[in-house]
T-cell receptor
Framework: KAGVTQTPRYLIKTRGQQVTLSCSPI?????VSWYQQTPGQGLQFLFE???????NKGNFPGRFSGRQFSNSRSEMNVSTLELGDSALYLC?????????????????FGPGTRLTVL | AQKITQTQPGMFVQEKEAVTLDCTYD???????LFWYKQPSSGEMIFLIY??????QNATEGRYSLNFQKARKSANLVISASQLGDSAMYFC????????????FGPGTSLSVIP
């Protein structure tokens, strides 16, 4: 089974530009979550999509947005880039439902997209 | 509010020795899951182990075990027989049942295994 894939792996942008990152979940997974990882703030939850609907959202400005397609692939967009948006953006997929015994399915992470804003 | 605390920013352990990485959490929810992830320098997040709030037994996965003390709200990761490949960042994380796939991560512990 193929893992979570993210494209591109590396991006360099300048302030004010916008960027779109893509995530393809594991086959059969319907939930895709996005996280931002920086040395100063650590890992922070951006948003989660399940069956094309945003089910959860973190505390990020409206410049950060996302969507999910019918095949569960997801994209996130950052508009008007700022220097502080430089980070590793991680995508994670899961079945998005409780498993046996009430246990949550674990999330499987992609390799990440490293965004540098100059 | 959800919160995860990892009080050990960095740790060293001798190869083949056991090591415990601390994690405490705060939640008002009765149903939640606790996770540990490993992040090598390559950046990928690797799932290690899961503990549900209603699980009565501590979770184990190979060399990894989770010391779950619900009353103290702690979920420490124990790595037995450390290997050089265990050198990485380790994150404790939590997901509340009502928050679906929103996972809150701790600040992480950097583990270095010494030959």
């Amino acid at each position: 089974k193929a893992g979570v894939t993210q494209t591109p792996r590396y991006l360099i942008k300048t302030r004010g530009q916008q960027v779109t990152l893509s995530c393809s979940p594991i086959s059969g997974h319907r939930s895709v979550s996005w996280y931002q990882q920086t040395p100063g703030q650590g890992l922070q939850f951006l948003f989660e999509y399940f069956s094309e609907t945003q089910r959860n959202k973190g505390n990020f400005p409206g410049r950060f947005s996302g969507r999910q397609f019918s095949n569960s692939r997801s994209e996130m967009n950052v508009s008007t880039l700022e220097l502080g948006d430089s980070a590793l953006y991680l995508c994670a997929s899961s079945a998005g439902r409780l498993g046996g015994g009430g246990a949550w399915n674990e999330q499987f992470f992609g390799p990440g997209t490293r965004l540098t804003v100059l | 509010a959800q919160k995860i605390t990892q009080t050990q920013p960095g740790m060293f352990v001798q190869e083949k020795e056991a090591v415990t990485l601390d994690c405490t959490y705060d939640t008002s929810d009765q149903s939640y899951g606790l996770f540990w992830y490993k992040q090598p320098s390559s950046g990928e997040m690797i799932f290690l182990i899961y503990q549900g709030s209603y699980d009565e037994q501590n979770a184990t996965e190979g060399r990894y075990s989770l010391n779950f003390q619900k009353a103290r709200k702690s979920a420490n990761l124990v790595i037995s027989a450390s290997q050089l490949g265990d050198s990485a960042m380790y994150f404790c994380a939590m997901r509340e049942r009502t928050s679906y796939d929103k996972v809150i991560f701790g600040p992480g512990t950097s583990l270095s295994v010494i030959p």
